[in-house]
């Protein structure tokens, strides 16, 4: 792999690399980065990498190779504190309750003393406080030159060490963030740095579409009403009938959450007509013409005092923005385009493309706005444990755009036949049966408590996450022998540090049920997890709109959505989730798939080629054998 990158890096191109669990994918493409002395941007997809990266891997290696090397990390904006609305938030008497009053203290505290502002730094802080919008800023609140703290602002020192560095760390939400809008920094970066690098590359195309289309948010609408009293009342108290506005602001807003009704949180409705699907459109469409009265309203009230404060002419452009994004999303959606509405703590207008293609070979590989010898010298690499099921590794490159690019693949050096096993319950209900979740929880109890915790259950869907995360505690909640630990109930760090001590220090053994962000960049390895439990196949839900876009567009080509699309999904979720079981060479675990299609599907053998070559476990006696040499360990 490190012999690929160097050769990249020479020649210029596209590199796809997908590198099995222990594989040193990290130093592989960071050696002949470094040694080549050119400008690097090293993108991954998780804050946690991208920390570690800058503060272990790249300094370990700078030392042992003897090269003085400037290295900068930058975030986005949400990462930094932001002096500014600090400061406003200390004057806010609206703030939701004594803990956040106590949050606030104590980030005003550690304000004083830190040198980067990175929120990531401050010992204690909740990743979930509803404190930390007050704090920090977004492009649409940012004051830019005219922010009296503009001078010592975080954000910009950030950007300016890294405009400076050698070596640049982010992550693809920036990247992306910046290739939409031109406004996060990477515009003066990216042409300055010949090599440019993608970690955890799988992300990239499901990360890139949430930037490259159109989003409005109830939250975004909601911040705005809030920082505009805020504002008025500081700034310009009786000038104008500030609770009025941002009464009608957020009024409307929500007003048009009320509109889509009871939707379960999570869903994402279809919007393929004048409204999303089972939403009264006439309702809608009165909604989003009353939000857009009240934003209009709004830019007028701030129109007249936008001389008196740097607040206001943000204001005053946030509201004229926000009206825009209502107004397009009362058009038709652009061609080659899906639209829906997602529901969640907050509700989601979303248009999106189906994919970046367009976009990496129009702004990367081939930018208009460059010297084409510099953008042919441009080296790029793509890498992950994950990145398709066949050579091509069409899972990946083909909604990236990267057909034309050297693709290599690097197996796992772990001898996985010894190390793990692979089982299959035959007598499961059926995954879509109402009590499959129940035979899943009854196998993990069992298997938990033979070794003493040490299992992971990795669920499809967060009702499946409910369910066993529910029947799994109220087992073992009274008797204490084991802790079980589900998702959403603690911040995801918390949860991981707890389940990687186990069963030490006198506490009592672990099982995680966990979903989503949990099947992949997790790190468990050692005696702390040896069962890894997937409930059903991953298959992409058929009823969600993008997937749905997809599919269409696959049978608009003549192509097979299931087995083009569903199945490369599904090979690839299968393989992350199993990669969480064995992390080193000296690893033993099993991983229990409880979902009989695997072996009883024609398509199930394509499947079992994507995961690792573990030794398969045929019957119950056999994996009773199976845990008891665990329970041993």
């Not at 701030?302 to 923005?321: I, Q, T």
């Not at 220090?505 to 099947?519: D, K, P, Q, T």
């Amino acid at each position: 792999m490190a012999v690929a990158v160097a050769r990249t890096i020479t020649h210029g191109g596209a590199l796809v690399v997908e590198a099995g669990t222990g594989v040193g994918k990290t130093f592989s493409y960071l050696v002949p980065a470094l040694l080549s002395g050119e400008r690097v941007l090293l993108s991954t997809a998780t804050k946690t990498l991208q920390d570690q990266l800058f503060a272990r891997d790249l300094p370990r290696l700078a030392q042992a190779l003897g090269l003085p090397v400037r290295m900068a990390l930058l975030k986005g904006r949400a990462s930094y504190l932001c002096s500014h609305r600090l400061e406003l938030a200390r004057r806010d008497a609206n703030l939701p309750d004594r803990m956040a009053l106590r949050t606030l203290a104590k980030i005003e505290e550690w304000a004083q003393g830190t040198r980067t502002g990175d929120l990531a730094e401050m010992p204690g802080l909740d990743e979930r406080s509803p404190l930390l919008p007050l704090v920090t800023s977004t492009r649409e609140n940012c004051l830019g030159s005219q922010c009296p703290k503009f001078r010592s602002c975080h954000v910009n020192n950030a950007r300016r060490e890294a405009l400076a560095a050698d070596v640049v760390v982010i992550n693809h939400h920036l990247f992306f963030a910046d290739l939409a809008v031109r406004e996060s920094g990477m515009a003066e970066l990216l042409p300055t740095v010949r090599v440019v690098i993608f970690d955890e590359a799988h992300q990239l195309n499901e990360t890139g579409v949430q930037f490259l289309g159109r989003q409005l948010g109830t939250g975004q609408l909601l911040d705005f009403t809030r920082d505009l009293l805020a504002a008025g009342l500081q700034f310009a108290r009786g000038l104008v009938d500030w609770q009025q506005l941002a009464s009608a602001v957020e009024r409307a807003t929500r007003d048009l959450r009320l509109v889509v009704g009871r939707a379960a949180p999570g869903a994402r409705l279809r919007w393929t007509s004048e409204a999303p699907e089972g939403v009264d459109e006439e309702a809608w469409s009165e909604g989003l013409a009353t939000l857009e009265a009240a934003l209009l309203a709004a830019t007028e009230g701030l129109g007249s005092l936008s001389e008196s404060a740097p607040d206001f002419v943000r204001l005053h452009e946030r509201a004229s923005l926000l009206a825009q994004r209502v107004r397009a999303f009362t058009l038709a959606p652009q061609e080659g385009a899906v639209r829906w509405v997602d529901v969640s703590t907050q509700l989601r207008l979303i248009e999106s493309p189906l994919d970046i293609a367009e976009a990496v070979q129009q702004k990367l590989l081939k930018p208009a706005d460059e010297e084409d010898t510099e953008a042919r010298r441009r080296a790029w690499v793509f890498t992950s444990a994950t990145l398709g099921d066949d050579a091509r590794l069409s899972w990946f490159t083909e909604p990236c755009g990267l057909g034309e690019a050297e693709v290599l693949r690097v197996a796992s050096p772990f001898d996985y036949p010894t190390q793990a096993a692979l089982y299959v319950p035959r007598t499961l209900p059926r995954p879509n049966d109402p009590g499959h979740s129940a035979a899943v929880a009854r196998i993990a109890e069992s298997a938990a408590r033979r070794i003493g915790g040490r299992t992971m259950v990795l669920t499809t869907t967060l009702r499946a996450l409910r369910a066993i995360g529910e029947q799994l505690q109220a087992r073992f909640g009274d008797m204490g022998e084991l802790e079980v630990l589900v998702q959403g109930q603690w911040p995801k760090s918390r949860l991981i540090e707890r389940f990687r001590e186990g069963a030490s220090h006198g506490r009592a053994g672990c099982i995680l049920v966990a979903s989503a962000s949990f099947w992949e960049g997790v790190d468990v390895p050692g005696e702390a997890l040896q069962l890894v439990m997937i409930d059903k196949l991953p298959f992409p839900p058929p009823g969600d709109p993008l997937v749905e876009a997809r599919g269409q567009r696959l049978e608009a080509l003549g192509r097979s959505p299931f087995n083009d699309y569903f199945v490369p999904e599904a090979a690839v979720a299968l393989k992350q989730g199993a990669g969480r079981l064995i992390r080193r060479e000296s690893d033993q675990g099993l991983l229990v798939v409880c979902d009989t299609r695997l072996v009883q599907m024609g398509y199930g053998r394509r499947l079992l080629a994507a995961l690792p070559p573990m030794r398969r476990i045929a019957d119950e006696e056999g994996f009773d054998e199976a845990l008891a040499s665990l329970a041993v360990l």
